[in-house]
């Protein structure tokens, strides 16, 4: 799908995108010829009214987180790459590096309408070995009541995300969950849990993958990695097109809370999942986990101004029981 020593770029559109995003992405690529070997991804974190923030990747940094990843799980060329991700993300898009610097063959389902019972039915007689799920595709395998096949040796899912009660059950399941931390900005992963941990009850702490490195900078994870994004390209409604370095000094502060100790990341939240109450900055994601204790319905935490408190909290359900 991609050839990596090619000097070409590629801009990786979804297919629902808008007229305008098609068109103004269009100039954008016509704007930024002269960056060559690059792949460029929408980021899944703007909305239609910011615009659209495309993230300009090499293809060597694609290849060296890749080359980092296999390392870790000990990737070889008998191993099946299973994608059920959109490949116009990073993490549909790197399962295709991964295979490609270990020498392995990818399975591709993403174009195919997500189906549990296929997935499963694919990994089996394929002989997978890996796969990138979100938690919402886990969710359904646990559901269907769905054991790991037996080939798999590892499904990475984003650890900020995953519920630890999620994480849990498909742990009853045989999954062997490694959780990741990572980015478009940084080709997907730059910390993951350990193989030796899957057999952990609780979620495992993530390492810091071999290629990068990360701080705390007053609780905001900063991030050096031979896989960070050279170019961020911004087209909005208003302004029209711009184009940036978001490195400063060889890092990417992020907006991701977490804190690191002997070589593992833990992420709490993101800077804007924090509000002040009563002069206290509060976490939405710690209060939703405290909650999840004494409540068995669906529901978010959101906060609303107050003019007394700054912010009062309230909970808003899915479909509570007691109704």
């Known amino acids: 799908m991609i050839n990596w020593a090619s000097t070409r770029s590629h801009w990786m559109l979804a ?24 792949i460029w991804i929408a980021s899944s974190g703007t909305t239609r009214r910011e615009g659209l923030k495309w993230v300009g990747l090499s293809k060597d940094a694609f290849l060296s987180a890749a080359e980092s990843l296999n390392q870790h799980v ?22 295709y590096s991964r295979a490609h610097v270990a020498g392995g063959r990818v399975v591709d389902l993403w174009k195919q309408r ?34 790991a096949p037996k080939s798999l040796r590892a499904a990475f899912l984003g650890g900020g995300a995953l519920d630890e009660e999620l994480y849990e059950k498909a742990h009853a399941l045989d999954w062997p969950i490694l959780t990741c931390y990572g980015m478009s900005e940084t080709c997907a992963q730059v910390a993951t849990s350990r193989l030796e941990d899957v057999s952990s009850p609780t979620k495992p702490p993530m390492q810091i993958l071999s290629h990068a490195k990360i ?17 961020i390209v911004h087209l909005h409604p208003e302004k029209g097109f ?3 370095d978001p490195r400063r000094d ?27 109450v009563l002069g206290e900055l509060v976490s939405l994601i710690r209060v939703e986990e405290e909650l999840k204790h004494f409540v068995k319905d669906s529901f978010c935490v959101l906060p609303i101004p107050d003019a007394r408190k700054g912010h009062a909290l309230i909970a808003v359900f899915e479909k509570p029981s007691s109704l």
């Not at 790459?81 to 898009?93: F, I, R």
Request: net charge neutral.
């Open 15 to 38: 297919p629902e995108m808008n007229a305008w995003e098609k068109t103004t992405t269009q100039d954008a690529e016509s704007r930024t010829k002269w960056i060559r070997k690059h």
């Open 74 to 95: 000990h990737a070889t060329k008998k191993d099946v790459w299973l994608n059920v991700l959109p490949t116009y993300h990073v993490s549909g898009l790197t399962m």
């Open 114 to 147: 997500w189906n549990a019972d296929r997935m499963i039915k694919a990994a089996n007689e394929e002989k997978a070995a890996f796969v990138s799920l979100v938690p919402t595709q886990l969710y359904d395998l646990v559901k269907a009541g769905h054991h």
């Open 215 to 231: 701080e705390s900078r007053d609780g905001r994870l900063a991030i050096q990695a031979s896989s960070l994004t050279d170019f």
């Open 242 to 244: 711009s184009l940036e």
């Open 250 to 276: 060889g890092w990417l502060l992020t907006e991701d809370m977490g804190e690191i100790k002997n070589g593992f990341v833990t992420v709490s939240g993101r800077t804007n999942d924090r509000v002040k």
